[in-house]
């Protein structure tokens, strides 16, 4: 009964502004058209005292010629700003903010915390330490307030992750360093879970490619670079449409599709183990975390692919 009592309130004063806003235009034409034979009568008293005057023809003349070019490149810019906001729109890019202003930070943090309320948000990442331990992560309030949470992070005991880190020549960087953010991570997880929260966890091998989080119809995009912070790069958001073109598809099924992949296993936070599975979802090999080569070893042996 409320509802319908707001909305029938909201439609009068939407329906009250139009008239409004009509009423005005009328009134402002009226007065226009009133006003012209007053505006060409002084007009054309002007142009009789200074029509032999060259030296203020000339600077009409200047003026004149610097408002029309300024006047077309303007239009033409505007003309080549909506086709490209017409093609963002149509790949379903709605938004881009550079990481670095702090504006930007607290908008895509307060964006995130409303859509994320009440919702199953699933991420991936490299550490999630900066996405949603740090308290100026991101993340960080979105997974309180979230139902649930399917997030997938790097293993920081794998060949190819301890490769990677080895060769980022950055002496702040360190191995240990990184194993300790993803323990903190899943340290945190640990205590979501334990109130009550959906959360399941994936730790997969490969060096990271995006940073990814689909929070409700809005998907949040950033990529890893080699020498750069993920922090310090731009993020792009994509919104969810009814159209097959859009990028948010695309994205999506990337992700849903690794985290579907069965050579990606799920972490027990019970137990402290990854868990492997089959194709069928049947449970094939359980290892411990913490596990480097010993770890690949052992599910070559058990005959779980990497």
Not at 9 to 15: E, Q
Request: hydrophobic share 40%.
């Amino acid at each position: 009964m409320l509802r319908e009592k707001l909305s029938i309130v909201r439609n009068f004063i939407h329906g009250t502004a139009w008239s409004l806003f009509h009423i005005f235009v009328v009134a402002l034409s009226a007065g226009i058209a009133l006003s012209l034979p007053t505006v060409a009568r002084s007009f054309l008293t002007h142009w009789s005292l200074v029509e032999n005057d060259k030296i203020y023809l000339i600077a009409v003349e200047m003026t004149a010629a610097i408002f029309l070019i300024v006047s077309f490149n303007y239009l033409l810019r505007s003309f080549r700003d909506r086709a490209l906001a017409k093609m963002a729109t149509g790949a379903g890019l709605t938004a881009f903010s550079p990481w670095r202003k702090l504006s930007a930070q607290r908008k895509i943090r307060k964006l995130k915390e409303e859509q994320g309320a009440g919702r199953t948000i699933m991420v991936i990442g490299s550490t999630g330490y900066g996405t949603f331990v740090d308290q100026e992560g991101d993340l960080y309030t979105v997974l309180k307030k979230c139902m649930g949470a399917h997030i997938m992070l790097v293993n920081p005991y794998s060949q190819e992750a301890t490769s990677r880190i080895d060769a980022i020549l950055n002496p702040h960087f360190t191995l240990e360093k990184f194993r300790e953010e993803v323990r903190e991570s899943i340290a945190l997880l640990k205590r979501l879970k334990a109130t009550g929260k959906t959360i399941k966890l994936k730790l997969y091998s490969d060096p990271p490619l995006v940073k990814l989080a689909i929070v409700g119809d809005s998907l949040w995009l950033k990529h890893y670079h080699t020498d750069l912070d993920v922090q310090t790069m731009p993020e792009y958001l994509f919104q969810h449409n009814l159209k097959d073109h859009g990028l948010y598809n695309l994205f999506y099924q990337y992700l849903t599709q690794r985290w579907d992949n069965p050579e990606i296993p799920e972490y027990d936070f019970d137990t402290d183990e990854l868990v492997y599975r089959g194709h069928s979802g049947t449970e094939r090999i359980r290892i411990q975390f913490g596990m480097g080569k010993e770890a690949e070893d052992l599910r070559q042996e058990q005959g779980v692919l990497s």
